[in-house]
């Protein structure tokens, strides 16, 4: 059964730093590019970054390029986001998201700044 | 700044057919974007559909299908029932950027 749990999530002022992780099962991790998307609190989806399987191929949303660095790590099966110089706008839940077809999807971990 | 346009709501009787549709303001839509469709119910992580334009993974209800329309990706579903009210959200492809649609509010009256 492919798992994704994400953690990391929690309060943290703006203009600090927080790092999410993404825990994968069930399936050959490395074989898979990866995503992490957003939603604010009552708003839409957002999407945020892509990895490619081996990590040679990376992009991200204009909104939190230069401030967010995604990376996996195919040995322990793990994908995280480094998230700085947070912003209020930044408050939503994370999810991480397997594959250019956003097949499966972790439960999210939400992140709040503070103001 | 790349926008995606989706009807904020709608409203579909039980067996009905309903279709939702994904713009580009970039112009048309067309396979080249990859159209993804996902369902989402609240409280809940959003759900995949579709991918591809029309291909449906292995859990998805044969009820729901994509297409392209009008120069719009398009996502209908026959035969309505009350377990598919929800939001649903399409997903565009712009070579290496995506851009999720702002979501339609499918309601089940």
């Known amino acids: 059964e492919v798992q994704l749990v994400e953690s990391g999530g929690g309060l943290v002022q703006s203009g600090g730093s927080l790092r999410l992780s993404c825990a994968a099962s069930?399936?050959?991790?490395?074989?898979?590019?990866m995503n992490w998307v957003r939603q604010a609190p009552g708003k839409g989806l957002e999407w945020v970054s892509y990895?490619?399987?081996?990590?040679?191929?990376?992009y991200y949303a204009d909104s939190v390029r230069g401030r967010f660095s995604i990376s996996r790590d195919n040995a322990k099966k793990s994908l995280s986001l480094q998230m700085n110089s947070l912003r209020a706008e930044d408050t939503a839940v994370y999810y991480c998201?397997?594959?250019?077809?956003?097949?499966?999807w972790g439960q999210g971990t939400l992140v709040t700044v503070s103001s | 700044q790349i926008v995606v346009t989706q009807e904020p709501s709608l409203t579909v009787s039980p067996g009905g057919t309903v279709t939702l549709t994904c713009a580009s303001n970039?112009?048309?839509?067309?396979?080249?974007?990859?159209p993804n469709w996902f369902q989402q119910k609240p409280g809940q992580p959003p759900r995949a559909l579709i991918y591809?334009?029309?291909n449906r993974h292995s859990w998805t209800p044969a009820r729901f299908s994509g297409s392209l329309l009008g120069g719009k990706a398009a996502l209908t579903v026959s035969g309505v029932q009350a377990e598919d009210e929800a939001e649903y959200y399409c997903?565009?492809?712009?070579?290496?950027?995506?851009?999720f649609g702002g979501g339609t509010r499918l309601t089940v009256l």
């Open positions: 970039t112009g048309a839509v067309t396979s080249s974007f990859y």
């Open positions: 997903l565009l492809y712009y070579g290496g950027a995506q851009v």
């Open positions: 591809s334009t029309s």
């Open positions: 990895i490619s399987s081996t990590g040679s191929t990376i």
């Open positions: 069930g399936f050959i991790f490395s074989s898979y590019s």
């Open positions: 998201a397997r594959d250019t077809n956003f097949d499966f």
